[in-house]
Nanobody
Framework: QVQIVESGGGLVQPGGSLRLSCAAS?????MGWGRQSPGKEREFVAM???????NYANSVKGRFTISRDDAKNTVYLQMNNLEPEDTAVYYC?????????????WGQGTQVTVSS
């Protein structure tokens, strides 16, 4: 079982910035974030792999930056120029291989609210 600790959510005005952090127990193949707004399904936000390759949802490209510190098994999501549409619960996603099988874990989530 993977332990995941998320932090960094909060209330911010439109155009503001927040930085989310997610620390996982042990190493991982991929680390990233998804988000879910009320009444909507969870959606992909960003992912970064151990190779350094990263992917972003079109809605956040150019505004969000994902990075990872493998020494700390931690992934960060720097969110700039936030919009009200970014309001959601953000969930950390950890992917690792266990005896050849890909396992996926989710954190408990951290609330991000963008409002004036």
């Amino acid at each position: 079982q993977v332990q995941i600790v998320e932090s960094g959510g909060g209330l911010v005005q439109p155009g503001g910035s927040l930085r989310l952090s997610c620390a996982a127990s042990g190493s991982s193949f991929g680390m990233g974030w998804g988000r879910q707004s009320p009444g909507k399904e969870r959606e992909f936000v960003a992912m970064i792999f151990s190779s350094g390759i990263s992917n972003y949802a079109n809605s956040v490209k150019g505004r969000f930056t994902i990075s990872r510190d493998d020494a700390k098994n931690t992934v960060y999501l720097q969110m700039n120029n936030l919009e009200p549409e970014d309001t959601a619960v953000y969930y950390c996603n950890v992917r690792r291989y266990n005896e050849g099988a890909l396992e996926t874990y989710w954190g408990q989530g951290t609330q991000v609210t963008v409002s004036s």
